[in-house]
């Protein structure tokens, strides 16, 4: 079940996992390609920390895939 991270744009995890699996690596990345914290901006710091956790396990996952 997705959970929303941006009311204001509708924006869910999974969104920013897709996005993490297309290549985007930082937070402004997410924010040019899904527009993430760009209306109210309060969702910005757990929006920041669901990239960051997103990109974290993205690596380590493939870097375990790739040893
Ligand atoms: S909740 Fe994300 S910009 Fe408003």
Redesign the pocket.
């Known amino acids: 079940m997705a959970m929303i ?5 509708a ?1 869910s995890d999974k969104h920013i996992r897709v996005a993490v699996e297309k290549g985007a690596v930082s937070f402004g990345q997410i924010v040019q390609e899904l527009g ?9 710091p757990h ?1 920041q920390e669901a990239v960051a956790a997103t990109v974290c396990a993205y690596t380590a996952a493939s870097a375990s895939l790739s040893v």
């Open positions: 991270v941006c009311v204001c744009k924006i993430v914290g760009t209306c109210c901006g309060a969702c910005v929006a």
